[in-house]
């Protein structure tokens, strides 16, 4: 017995005695400035991590830690959150999205009116060319079964999404243009709620990309409804962003009203150069929804210029009933003359030579990507509205353009405002791998170091604090990540290192696959993904759910 005792009081010191001679944390990142997300101006200090958390903030410099990062001379700042990618299927293809940890990016809110989830045999589908190019395979129909698969993947970002209303409503009415009875809308409903109890952040629409446009305001204000009962919020990519903004607006914060739910507007812009300068105008009518009680936010990329679907030309009625219905109302005469007409009207709004030819699925099409489509129909020998029906039939409405729309004036306007965060609204994608051969917008690779290299360090348009809290904390509070986006104890430890001298995007319109420069590390979940300019093979992102209020 006193043999078996000494031995007990031997482990028991040998025990108590460990945890003073192993080290004090996982990892410490020493001597940087630390922009700690909340706006508040920088110090100096060092951050300790103990497994996915920050466990320190201060003066380490007696701690021992398993590994130092110096960081001096460089700023720490929490991970960056994209208010908008659209990196759901691209992480289970490739799951590094390198174009996102290279500039800082640690954190990802998807589903724009479409989404991941409820997953039905209608979508499926509708994107058939593009999982046979990548040889993916849908396998789940519900959030649970998607974040099941994510984890698998392993992906080197966290992931958040929104359940698409677009997504329930073809899920529920497939892609026509029909308006759901009581019982059809008590099903889309209950699809919301199911989504928002597996994890999604809210609702979300993208309202002029049939078969969400075909929505009324009363079916949104429903379905906010049934998310609102889950602490969610309603984002939307507006019906309009050009003519009609204001009224597009209007629906969008009475939604919100009428729903009880924060509203985010996705890339807040004014569309098309005879309404440059408006930006005025949808500032002023934020203010006063803000200032009437409704809790109205917005997000923008740092760029003039957008990006969708090539057939998004298309007029709305000419879609209805998905891709292949589509196209065999171009090959009815007297339908494809009035889908001619209405397409050369939108172009005479939209020049052609306003819209750049990015990316496709058919490789027979590789060689118009990169120009601009009044040029691509010079050579089909067509006019610009033929043109785009051909390309769109050929590519199955696969193919994805840059539109030249906004100006510079009313994307600095637009940044300044408090409420105003940052996306790149663009799937994340390697120079190497699967994606290596399609092209993007430039924000796919730069929106964070354009916001800090342009815009901070070379215009001051923003304090560095103030960019680093539209990046962070603000995204974070705004989707209820409320571990996410301070450098602090408790919080995750999501962090980013950069020279700011350094930081700037090199990706362009004309090669926008070009990483950005002057990040040095990335950290996720306390796990080093980007370790002195290079990826490592860590991959601990996981799906993230909103906490409830």
């Not at 398993?66 to 460089?74: N, Q, S, Y």
């Not at 073809?170 to 199911?194: C, H, I, W």
């Not at 603000?474 to 408790?490: N, Q, S, W």
Request: some cysteine.
């Amino acid at each position: 017995m006193l043999r078996l005792r000494w031995l007990g009081l031997l482990l028991a010191g040998v025990l108590a005695a460990g945890p003073a001679s192993a080290a004090d944390y996982d990892l410490i990142i020493s001597g940087g400035r630390v922009v700690d997300g909340t706006g508040a101006p920088w110090f100096r200090g060092d951050v300790g991590i103990r497994g996915d958390r920050i466990a320190a903030v201060g003066n380490l410099e007696k701690a021992s830690a398993k590994r130092r990062v110096d960081a001096a001379g460089k700023y720490v700042a929490p991970g960056f959150i994209d208010m908008l990618g659209q990196s759901e299927l691209h992480l289970l293809v490739d799951n590094r999205v390198e174009s996102k940890i290279r500039q800082g990016i640690t954190t990802e809110v998807t589903g724009e009116g479409g989404s991941i989830a409820p997953m039905s045999e209608v979508w499926i589908a509708e994107m058939k060319p593009w999982l046979e190019k990548y040889r993916l395979t849908i396998d789940w129909k519900d959030l649970d079964g998607y974040w099941r698969r994510l984890r698998k993947a392993r992906p080197a970002v966290n992931l958040v999404t929104y359940v698409g209303a677009a997504q329930v409503r073809g899920t529920v009415l497939g892609l026509g243009e029909v308006q759901p009875d009581s019982t059809q809308l008590g099903r889309m409903q209950q699809e919301v709620e199911t989504a928002m109890r597996q994890g999604a952040v809210g609702l979300s629409s993208g309202l002029i990309y049939p078969p969400g446009s075909y929505a009324t305001t009363a079916e949104l204000v429903a379905l906010a409804r049934a998310a609102g009962r889950h602490g969610g919020l309603y984002a939307s990519h507006i019906r309009g962003e050009d003519d009609v903004v204001i009224q597009a607006l209007d629906e969008a914060i009475g939604i919100g009203r009428e729903a009880q739910v924060p509203v985010e507007i996705w890339h807040l812009k004014t569309s098309l150069r005879k309404n440059w300068g408006r930006m005025k105008e949808v500032v002023a009518r934020i203010e006063r929804a803000r200032a009437e009680g409704v809790d109205v936010a917005a997000n923008i990329y740092p760029y003039v210029a957008a990006s969708n679907g090539l057939a998004a030309t298309v007029p709305a009625w000419a879609q209805a009933g998905g891709t292949e219905t589509m196209i065999r109302r171009f090959h009815d005469p007297e339908t494809r003359g009035r889908i001619l007409r209405e397409v050369k009207t939108a172009l005479e709004r939209e020049p052609p030579g306003d819209i750049l030819l990015a990316n496709c699925i058919n490789p027979e099409l590789k060689k118009y990507m990169g120009r601009r489509l009044d040029d691509v129909a010079k050579e089909m020998g067509k006019p610009p509205e033929e043109a785009l029906l051909a390309l769109v039939e050929a590519d199955k409405a696969q193919g994805w353009v840059v539109r030249f729309w906004m100006s510079e004036d009313d994307v600095r306007l637009a940044m300044r405002q408090p409420w105003v965060s940052f996306v790149t609204d663009n799937p994340g994608q390697a120079t190497d791998g699967p994606f290596a051969e399609d092209l993007a917008h430039p924000r796919a690779f730069g929106s964070m170091a354009r916001v800090l290299g342009r815009y901070v360090r070379d215009e001051r348009v923003l304090t560095l604090e103030e960019a680093v809290r539209k990046m962070t904390s603000l995204p974070a509070r705004r989707v209820r990540l409320l571990d996410r986006g301070i450098v602090g104890p408790g919080m995750a430890a999501d962090l980013v290192v950069f020279d700011l001298e350094r930081v700037r995007d090199l990706a362009t319109f004309e090669k926008p696959l070009q990483y950005s420069e002057g990040f040095s590390h990335v950290v996720v979940n306390g796990r080093v993904v980007l370790d002195d300019g290079k990826m490592t093979s860590e991959r601990p992102g996981r799906p993230l759910r909103p906490a409830r209020p």
